[in-house]
């Protein structure tokens, strides 16, 4: 996902809307997939505020996860967020990485602004960052799923399983077999 901003490059208070759609099915995240089932859908402007580009947008698109409960798959609906700023690349031939240290130590690189090179903006690992952040920590199938039967590994949700679970604390069975020989 990339937008050109040749036009206002040069154009404070320029702005350009942007409408991208980008199917990311086999995007790997750190090896990871983020499990896209649908495009990825970015509405958004850059606006030129003189020496930084603000990327302001939504996006949105559907994943699948599984379930924390029962593992299933789910799929959810995400919307995040776009709030970036860019800047252009002070020294667009610089190779030498000693010199980005020094660049990056500046009073610039104090800022959460990012550099791009050339006149399109890359909002890939922008977008990935937001999505990511976005994905809701336990996702369930359904509110209220009933999970595995922690014994036999049933999903509950299809019905009960004949295990019949111990409610007793492991801690108190052995009182409970004193108990038991009581009797
Ligand atoms: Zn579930
Ligand atoms: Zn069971």
Redesign the pocket.
């Given at each position: 996902m990339e937008v050109y901003i040749g036009e206002i490059k040069d154009k404070k208070g320029g702005e350009i809307k942007f409408h991208l759609v980008e199917d990311w099915s086999d995007l790997g995240l750190d090896g990871q997939s983020l499990g896209c089932i649908g495009p990825v859908t970015l509405d958004g402007r850059v606006t030129c505020t003189g020496e930084i580009f603000l990327v302001k947008g939504t996006v949105t698109t559907k994943v699948t996860a599984a379930c924390s409960r029962c593992l299933g798959s789910v799929e959810l609906h995400l919307t995040a967020q776009v709030d970036e700023r860019f800047r252009k690349a002070s020294h667009p031939h610089e190779q030498d990485p000693v010199r980005e240290q020094e660049i990056d130590e500046n009073d610039w690189g104090n800022e959460d602004i990012q550099e791009f090179r050339g006149l399109t903006i890359h909002l890939d690992d922008v977008v990935t960052e937001n999505l990511v952040v976005s994905l809701p920590i336990k996702p369930l199938c359904q509110e209220d799923c009933r999970g595995l039967?922690p014994?036999?590994?049933?999903d509950l949700n299809d019905g009960d399983?004949?295990?019949t679970i111990d409610t007793i604390d492991p801690r108190m069975s052995k009182l409970q077999q004193l108990l038991d020989s009581n009797d």
């Open positions: 039967c014994l036999c590994g049933h399983c004949d295990c």
